[in-house]
């Protein structure tokens, strides 16, 4: 074959333009770490890198959410945890204040407690989290809860929502409870129903906040207390039952024993002391009633000053609705915590979720993109020894001609 | 014998010795010269000269001094160069798209990422004015990037016109040169009747040069002169006649230079045909690779401006109102219809993107035909809807077109649609005060808290807030409305516009038993004693229930009775009647009679995040090409395009190189000057001088014997 000088020249080159192209590509990738510093050295590969690092931000920000969810609920737990130790002091109070012993004066004292008591539960219903915002006003962040109002009762200012905080691809979870669920959502009575005294009580007749058995129809039936002579004193009391629309439930004349049980339409229920004829008791069924008028009541009913049977009659029949009241809120407190626990061991779950996809992209990424240092660096002795040789070869083939001979 | 034949022959030797070695020298001289083809110098023997004792040679003589060439060679060269240059070109362009996209900073994910970031911030934290203030300095750092993205691709363009109108300067010099040279060749054969070896040679390089600028194909004329021919059969080159090109703005759109052949009838646009040369390859990447990467980018551009935009306005403000557009509203701005400047009529058509799910990254040819519209996507060259009038919805492109303005139209008269080009060049915030991000649901719902089941009522979805119910009154909905049941198997839906019903506040929650003495008084007592209790029906508790109820009942029924299933949960919007206000609506549990639940505005409902969240998953949402895509992925399908494409022009443009590199090996084997092979002949060509300059000086000292001889 011929050959020309000046191709000969330009073949070597070539040749090491394209070893020393080859070599800075080798150096740039030893010196970068990856294998790919442009989608076109691998498109698969890059596109596959573009999409991995989209998993692994995901995952950050699902494990951000997950932090400040979980910042969220432990105020909420905590608030909990207080208001749970508030209603089992209001408890203990109720109790104390139930007993004979007390006098209108130590009544008070235990008023004053209940009172600093029912100003610590506001609090605890108004607590903000770090940026300001109320716990338990639902939506209406700003908004503080409960106030009171004009007429000394609280109203509420938030609203039923949740905030929703998105913690996995699928997964979402509530990072508050509405304080209209936790401190408003509270029925009153035993929680079915409840017991109410009239005022025009005369009698001693304390009811018990009774209990379900059956099937309680939410109806609303009076019981009436009567005797069949009321002049004899020997004469057993008697009572009736009627609903409200004056249907006749039991009829008049139903022999009345203190601690008997009285059982109609799927309520149960007994009474102490010595019902009055004409004293009645109302039972309805249990509507919300929020905890702030519950201890509000509790607080006036201690402050009134009592002598007569009737008198402490009515309010045993008030403290015992509180006793019953603190039980079913705390069995609220319990159940909104036990909920609360709840999503925060989701939150821990979620995270080690999050936090294993993050480590297996991780890997995926780096077998993707991350260079093999030992090959890459072998590869550029090799493009290094090649590039010399021909850079040798070329030296030598130049050097000869016909012409140093002539 | 005559002593001066000898002289002659030794003579006419020296002089074929020194041609020789001229020419050696000249190939020695151009061994380095591009385009040079060795020269050879053709002896043959003289005519002999009859004589007694036979023919008698009378010398040497230098019959032709040619180049060695190969006509397939030199061809085979010139294509091989335009194929190999026009790749170059492609390639040149392409991987500035690459790189521009490679920069893991300065692309557009992680702009994407951070954006959708900040927005997950805001749902964490939606009433924070800090978290509302990130959303909006990332949506500017979203514009921005699409903006510096869209600029370098932008100047990629002026950069491929600034090429395109350089190259073509060099064609038309090109095209004079070679045809000067056409007429130098002939007139050197007209004057020598040989040929002009380094004239054709330099000719050859000439149409080569050419070659790398644009495709081209030759005649040989019978008088030596070549014909240059481009495009479709345009002649650039004829004889000693030279035409132009010139890059003119596109009919359509002047940013795009379209390259036309002048000639004697008018401009012919010849772009479509460029198909080799720098010239190919750069529009071959402007087609290719520019407008696909610059529209895919206007695409997702206008797929987030869109679907953010439309989930932003199903959302409230922190000035309860309803959330404005975010973005700009490229999905209406953006589409450009560049009419023809050939076009008769005076129609100016008006392009929206109804669904930018459907949306592909095309440009399109509207033409006016036959009395029909007929609408090109130029992508894949398929006729996608022919329709008499406008306007028109292409659903399966998801664009729809109507009249903008004028109302001629002639056969003929077409129009370029661009929808997504300037896309990303327009996509701005709108959005300024963090007040204004929407990041709630502008729709509360609310339980009475007398209700006495335990039934529940949640928003599922708001699908839509142009309806009336959002529009008629800001800040509020018209009507709000109450579900009541009737009884644990049936509700109403009732509006509660005119009497709204009011949440029993603890206010009005007085102790029962206190309201009972003040309601009844002694004398209901003794009657209740007396007569079995039939105003018991009146304990308050119940007497304000039922006094709620009738003020119910005073609102007027928008739906009722409704049948009510506790397993299942009942739908309350859309309505079982059908009644759509764009809110889902469901209640769930198990209710009792004279339960009720409101539905309201989400006034100061400000730390609602549902919203928030609901434009959080737009980022995984596979919102575009067909619903297979997210953003980012579209993004990384663009990447990944530009980085195939680059990559493939890369091994072509290497194989191409191998091949151009044997082209040129192939003709230096026969055309390439050896200097080894040179300095042989210069020492055969010198001894022959050597040689003849003996026999001069033999004959001349002959001579001189005879002269001698007579002399004395």
Redesign the interface.
Known sequence: MRISTSQMQQVAINSMLEQQSKLSKVQEQVATGKKISKPSDDPVAASKVVKLNDIIKTADQYQANITSARARLSLEETALADTGNVYHRIRELAIQANNATQTNETRSFIAEESEQLLEELVALANATDSNGEFLFSGNKGKFKPFAKNAAGAYDYHGDDGQRMLQIGPKRQIAINDSGSDVFREIRDGNGTFTILESKLNKGSGVADPGAVSGQYDLGTYAIIFDKKDSIDPNEPTTFSVVDDKGNVILPPGQIFNEGNAIEFQGIHTFFKGQPEPGDFFVVRPSFNQDIFTTLGGFVDALRVGRGSEADMAELNNIVNRVIVAMDVALGKTLEVRANVGARLNALDSQENINESVKVQVRKILSEVEDLDYAQAVSELNLKLTGLQASQKAFTRVQDISLFDYL | MASGDLLGVSASGVVAAQRAMTTTGHNIAN??TPGYS?QRVEMETQVPQASGNGMVGTGVLVDNISRVYDEFLVSELRDTTSLNKYLDASYRFT?QV??I??DPEAGL?PAI?DF??SV??L??????SAARQVVLSNSRNLSDRFAYLNDRFESLREATNKDIRATVGEVNELSKAIAETNMAIVRSRELTSKPANDLLDQRDRLVQTLAEKINLRTTLQDDGRMNVFIGNGQTLVVGDVASKIDAVPNEHDPSTFDIVFVGAGGNTVITQFLTGGELGGINQFRSEVLDPAQNELGRIAIGIAKTFNDQHKLGMNLKNLLGDNFFSEIDHDAPLTLPSIHNKGDQQIKVDITDPDKLTTSNYQLSFLQGKYELLRLEDAKVVARFDKLPQTVETDGIRLQLKEGSSIVQNDRFLIQPTRRAAEMFNLEIHDVAEIAA?SPI????D????GDAQINVSQVTNTSNETFKSAQGQLSPPYVVRFLDSQNFEILDNSGKPVK?R???E?D????D??KH?G?TH??E??E????V??E?P??HERDEKLKSVDALGVIEGPIAYNAQTGVQVFPTAGGIDRGIQIKVTGEP?AGDTFRIEF?R???????NA?AL??L??KPALMGGTSDY??T???L?????????EL?INRQAQKLLL?QA??SR??????????E??E??RYQNLYQANAQVLSAANQTFQVLLDAFRR
């Open positions: 061994a380095s060795r991987s690459d790189d996209l490679a994910s990422s959708f970031k997950n911030g749902a964490n934290d939606p009433s924070s709630s509360r719902v609310e339980a808290i007398d209700n006495l949440v506040m603890s206010a929650a102790d029962p038993a206190i009972l003495k009844q002694e007592a003794t209740i004693s007569t079995g209790g039939r018991i029906s304990t508790a119940r009792k989400n100061d409902g400000t730390s609602d995040n549902s969240l959080a998953e980022q995984t980012a992925q993004y990384g399908q990447v990944s395009r530009v980085g195939s494409k680059t990559h890369d590199d040129i090996q230096e084997e026969i055309s390439g000057v050896n200097l080894d092979e300095a042989a210069l020492i």
